[in-house]
């Protein structure tokens, strides 16, 4: 009935404390029943007046004594740094009521007092030797142990590279926080397909959900900065979302207002190419060379279905960019704000692609401009594959420099230009060979994927 651990469970589960599971749960010497009771005759007969007629009678079995303990002087001198001889140990313990003697090693057999439950094995006997001697005693010097260089995870060397790369891009790191409320888990699902985890305990009754996306924590930190007075807010976040199936190691950023230009002005706003160059510079950073095919995105609520575009590699979904919702912005009270969000789990699943290097040319390269019309269905990361298809090594480079719509853009279509760059390995191209090179890729650009050239 007095059995420690049995007293300790039984008042934590009643939720009752008293005096006697107090001093209970912290054991009761067994040995000291029988001075307890003779104690108490002896207080009766000279206090009282009582007589003692019988001698002690006992019922059950007297537990067994306990095992003595080894103690290693050796022990003693690795663990505080002095050496205390087995002679000057016993000495010490003997003072707690221990029986102690050698043994034919040099060793201490130590029988502790049945009252000191908590001496139990040989570094509870150290302690007390370090007690018992003095802490003052024990020489101050710095513990001595070998330090191997830590492994450090993948995920963590990942995580470092992107930060790196979006902190040289300009942007700031964000600490967000998981929660979330059901409409920001609707209008950025992130790549989960199932449905949000709900809190059983939130913090806050609105935000009674862990996120499916980062994008959410992102706005609130905009709102904050804005509202403070930043022109140019460029933050990104790494961490954790949610759903029923599970976790995913994710990053995402958000780009809002002007980004800063040189001297006394401002540049153009933020929009979605800069968080489109943002996503592809992170997948760039994991997986080197990927072939990152985009695609529109329309399951997005949260954003704006003609501004919004998906990433994939080899099929896979590993990147989202776009325009925050009109309707977002204006609730939050938002310049026009630009996001991004890539699944860096998926992208890491995917196998590298292969670098390929070339020597520097010492030939001079020229560039030539255009401007298509190229139809609303058709985007302009397939004008850029096409030209990069189409095999010919002296088309080194192609990229998008401008888009319009308006005044003097048929309906259905939308300007696009474009800047080629044409370079020979192995020899100066004259002028009529880029131009004539160069309308050789405009013709097959305007032949296979329908476009015009805009005059």
Known sequence: MFDARQVRRTSRRLGLVSQSSYRFERGVDPAGVEPALLRAVELLVEVGGARATHAVVGD???????????????????????????????RLLERLGAACELDGEGSLLVRVPSARHDLAREIDLIEEVARLRGYDRLPAAPPAFEMAPAEVPAGRRLAARVRERLAGMGLSEAVTLAFATASDNERFPGFHEDGALRLSNPLRSEQAYLRRSLIPGLLTAAVTNVRGGVRAVALFSCGRTFSKSGERECVAGLLCGPRPGRGLKWAEEADFFDAKAAAEAVVAAVRPAPELKWRRLSDWPGCHPGACAAGCVGGTLVAVAGLVHPEVTEELELPA????????????????????????SKYP??????????PEDRLAGEVIDLVRGLGDPRVEDVWLFDEYRGAGVPDGYRALGFSIVYRAPDYTMTDEEIQELHERVVDAIVRELGAERRV
């Open 60 to 90: 059950g079995e007297q537990p067994p004594p306990r095992e003595p303990i080894r103690l290693r002087p050796a022990r003693i001198e690795r663990v505080l740094g002095a050496a205390v001889g087995a002679t000057e140990a016993a």
């Open 337 to 360: 704000t630009a996001v991004f969000e890539v699944a860096l789990d998926r992208l890491a699943a995917r196998p590298a692609g292969a670098v390929r290097l070339a020597p520097i």
């Open 365 to 374: 390269a020229a560039s030539r401009d255009v401007s298509l019309l190229v």
